[in-house]
């Protein structure tokens, strides 16, 4: 299967700070993409969608890069609430139509006061 | 409304055993996704279901795993014969249709002694 990679840090940033995750991909033909967090013990839940426009939700913005072969997540304002994992998801179809989703091992964030 | 929800939470088992973990997910969600989730690794697909078919299974590691999913809602992970390196927390998901964001239950973790 192909690969999704993601640095799984910890990023440790001060309140406030503005922090930026990326996830590369392998396969060009993706085709859906998403960023979820997950807290210790806990199921991961959805952040946002990722369009190829970009997207933004209040202090989170999602980026793709095609070309790259990367989608990246940006966190403004960083609160002590945002420590999580941040886990990204990249979907394929395969001939045959199969839709297989595959997640990144997830990047740690720790926000500190 | 309700969201997906996993039974049972916690399932201690003897090397040998057989095991069925249960999921039922959003009403009317086409789509059912089983993963497993390894510390410090993301979910790792195991098999999706669309409507009432195994779409694709090809994230079972081997022939112990079976799920079924047999009207189209609550579907069941059965493992046989466990092992010790089966333990892990087992997720399912649902989502609308194919490439849509998904919705995790809070997962059933899963130790073979």
Known sequence: ?????????????????????????????????????????????????????????????????????????????????????????VGE??????YIPTFGRGTSLIVHP | GAGVSQTPSNKVTEKGKYVELRCDPISGHTALYWYRQSLGQGPEFLIYFQG?????????PNDRFFAVRPEGSVSTLKIQRTERGDS??????????????????????????
């Not at chain 2, 892990?88 to 002694?113: D, E, W």
Request: glycine letters at 8%.
């Open chain 2, 88 to 113: 892990a927390v087992y997720l399912c998901a649902s989502s609308p249709g194919l490439a849509a964001p998904q919705y995790f239950g809070p997962g059933t973790r899963l130790l073979v002694l």
């Open chain 2, 52 to 60: 009432t078919g195994a779409a694709d299974d090809s994230g079972l």
């Open chain 1, 93 to 98: 179809f395969l001939s045959g139509g199969s």
């Open chain 1, 1 to 89: 299967r192909k690969e999704v990679e993601q640095d799984p840090g910890p990023f440790n940033v001060p309140e406030g700070a503005t922090v930026a995750f990326n996830c590369t991909y392998s396969n060009s033909a993706s085709q859906s993409f998403f960023w979820y967090r997950q807290d210790c013990r806990k199921e991961p839940k959805l952040l946002m969608s990722v369009y190829s426009s970009g997207n933004e939700d209040g202090r989170f913005t999602a980026q793709l890069n095609r070309a790259s072969q990367y989608i990246s997540l940006l966190i403004r304002d960083s609160k002590l609430s945002d420590s999580a994992t941040y886990l990204c998801v």
